[in-house]
């Protein structure tokens, strides 16, 4: 009797063990759940409709970006894109920091949906590129991301009119960016 009351406590020990990780398993998943809607906003990420890779190719001048940490202080910033062989892009972005050059080689790749790409500095991590707007003769580009945090106003010149600007800048206040965190790079 006793043995089968020690087999008893036992099998009921394993039950609550194998609950207990269900539940604090459920529970991650739903707090990975809060956190992951925590981070939705009402950002208009919508792409342009048609975008043909040839008219990104080329030099880009960065004239305003939101702060994050792989750009963070770097003046005269460019970003260089040439179509690969193998239809990837490679993306050369360059700045300086004080004196000193800075340079990061990544690759992109399109997707199925018109002004998205893929960008990758690193390994195989890739993040969205989503090109939300552009000028009517591809001068300039609004360019977003998956996340909120990240804007740029790009130039195939190094400085843009300032009535061009202003016009960006109400793009991506309709798209509900606060573009009060622009931070603008020196010609």
Known sequence: MKNDMKEEIILLLHRFKFRTIVVLLLLMMLLAACVYNAGRDSIDRTTVTMLKLDSLMGRWYEIARFDHNFERGLKKVTA????????????????????????????????????????????????????????????????????????????????????????????????????????FDEP
Do not use: C
């Not at 500095?121 to 909120?148: H, K």
């Open 80 to 183: 260089d894109y040439r179509l690969q062989d193998d239809g990837s892009i490679e993306v050369i972005n360059t700045g300086m920091r004080g004196d000193k050059p800075h340079q990061a080689i990544g690759k992109a790749k399109a997707t199925n949906q018109p002004g998205r790409l893929r960008v990758s500095f690193f390994w195989i991590f890739y993040s969205d590129y989503n090109i939300l707007e552009m000028g009517p003769s591809g001068e300039w580009a609004l360019i977003g991301s998956r996340s909120p945090r990240y804007l740029w106003i790009l130039s195939r010149t190094p400085t843009l009119p300032d009535a061009t600007i202003n016009h960006i800048i109400d793009v991506a206040e309709r798209r509900g960016y606060n573009t009060k965190n622009l931070i």
